[in-house]
């Protein structure tokens, strides 16, 4: 799993409702979206807006059978980037001071943001 993959993942389990619904689903095994989503209280469309993004990211796998989608945890997935993120989050060797220093004040190396004080659009 390359960075951009990873990052994928940690940002679909970021959402405390995505990750709630990986958890119902890791303790139910699998569930079709109907019962999922009466676990939940919101809409149907957020359900399936949710349930998207957690596919897309490879944490969860949809199987179809007739007009039903049957949901489940892709636990290599999850397996994979548990074991990843610790390595990938070790110091590397080689990284500039400045770096380390723009990360502290909040704003990683390279990504400009618009100057304090200034209201867009004012």
């Known amino acids: 799993m390359d960075d951009t993959s ?5 940002r679909a389990l970021a959402d405390p409702k995505r990750f709630r619904m990986v958890q ?4 139910a095994g699998e569930l079709c979206c109907g019962d ?4 939940f209280d919101v809409s149907q469309p957020t359900v399936s ?3 998207k993004l957690l596919a ?4 969860l796998t949809v199987r179809h059978d007739g007009q039903h989608h049957f949901i489940s945890v892709n636990r290599s997935v999850l397996d994979e980037a548990g074991a990843l993120l610790p390595a ?3 110091a590397r060797r080689g990284r500039t001071a400045g770096r380390g220093r723009a990360a502290v004040r909040g ?5 400009r943001g618009r100057p304090h ?3 867009p659009g004012g």
């Not at 990873?6 to 940690?10: A, G, I, Q, Y």
């Not at 119902?24 to 303790?27: D, N, R, Y």
């Open 88 to 90: 990938r989050l070790r």
């Open 56 to 59: 897309e990211a490879g944490v």
């Open 117 to 119: 004080g200034r209201i």
């Open 107 to 111: 704003t990683p190396a390279g990504v």
């Open 6 to 10: 990873l990052v994928r993942v940690l």
């Open 24 to 27: 119902e689903l890791a303790q």
């Open 49 to 51: 807006h949710h349930l």
């Open 36 to 39: 999922l989503g009466r676990r």
